[in-house]
């Protein structure tokens, strides 16, 4: 049974719009499969994906020192039961020197291994990314074209949720832009929907109007130092997913095509292309003397 956590923001009548190249749009197709990327995936697009902004974060490290007090009141309280051992004759001066070596060892590497935890466990939250709009964007066809030959599926809320058969709980949400240095965020500023991550982006990404589906996999505790970040495949219908099929305004023959035939492969309705009107002029609008005339008479 599908299992969703979907923003209030989002209605089901939102439309989403996926850019990506024939190549990908291939994969949905054969495998009837969504991927959800790791976080860790977009180090190189955006180093800050998986991390909160500053005031979140000394939120958290906040949390964690009071933790970590709890920490290292119980290796005091042990090392002064290990010295009165000592003093009683109990154990050994040397027993009880390797003993407090141990603890100590043991305290020194629990902030290190702490901070490495709360990072791999934020990097391993999946993201499906999809785009927001009313209307086709030519910034994000140049963004996630491949050489000026790309796809754009065009679906909404209602049939994306529809398309997917999962036993995962899935977020969608709308991300959240913000600035991650301003010294008036607050910590209720970073939170979107009950979340912080992977909801929020900085500002300078606004352009990419983002709606994500996330998915946060289930980390064995004992497995978890051990722990890479992986992907997640997700089965969907294409044709409950697909509502419009648009090729981009910057491609020419035989890559429309190629889109027809691949469609047809797949029976994928071809009444659902649509090539890019885009960059194609209305000649209408340059017949000025003739509209002149029309409106006269």
Not at 153 to 175: A, G
Not at 182 to 188: M, N, P
């Amino acid at each position: 049974m599908n299992k969703f956590q979907i923003s209030p923001n989002l209605k089901p009548e939102t439309k989403l719009w996926r850019y990506m190249s024939l190549d990908k749009f291939i994969d949905i197709l054969s495998r009837e499969e969504l991927y959800f990327s790791p976080l860790s995936s977009y180090s190189n697009s955006d180093p800050y994906e998986g991390l909160l902004p500053k005031v979140a974060l000394n939120a958290w490290a906040s949390i964690v020192k009071s933790k970590f007090n709890d920490i290292q009141s119980y290796f005091n309280d042990t090392v002064e039961r290990i010295r009165e051992n000592e003093l009683l004759g109990r154990i050994s001066n040397e027993k009880a020197e390797t003993e407090i070596t141990k603890l100590q060892t043991m305290m020194d590497t629990q902030l290190p291994k702490i901070e490495s935890i709360y990072f791999k466990i934020l990097n391993s939250v999946t993201v499906n990314c999809w785009h927001q709009n009313e209307h086709e964007s030519e910034g994000m066809w140049r963004l996630y074209s491949d050489a000026n030959k790309g796809i754009a599926i065009q679906t909404s809320i209602s049939r994306l949720i529809d398309s997917l058969q999962s036993e995962e709980i899935i977020s969608i949400s709308e991300v959240k832009y913000i600035d991650y240095f301003d010294e008036k965020l607050t910590s209720e500023d970073c939170v979107v929907n009950g979340r912080m991550v992977p909801f929020l982006k900085r500002k300078a990404f606004s352009h990419e109007n983002e709606v994500r589906l996330s998915i946060t996999p289930k980390i064995i505790n004992s497995d978890i130092e051990n722990y890479t970040p992986k992907g997640i495949r997700i089965k969907t219908d294409p044709v409950k997913l697909i509502e419009k099929i648009y090729i981009s305004p910057y491609a020419s023959q035989p890559y429309p095509s190629a889109v027809a035939a691949i469609l047809e492969k797949f029976n994928i309705d071809n009444n659902k292309l649509v090539i890019s009107n885009l960059l194609t002029i209305d000649h209408n609008l340059l017949r000025l003397i003739s509209l002149a005339i029309n409106q006269s008479t």
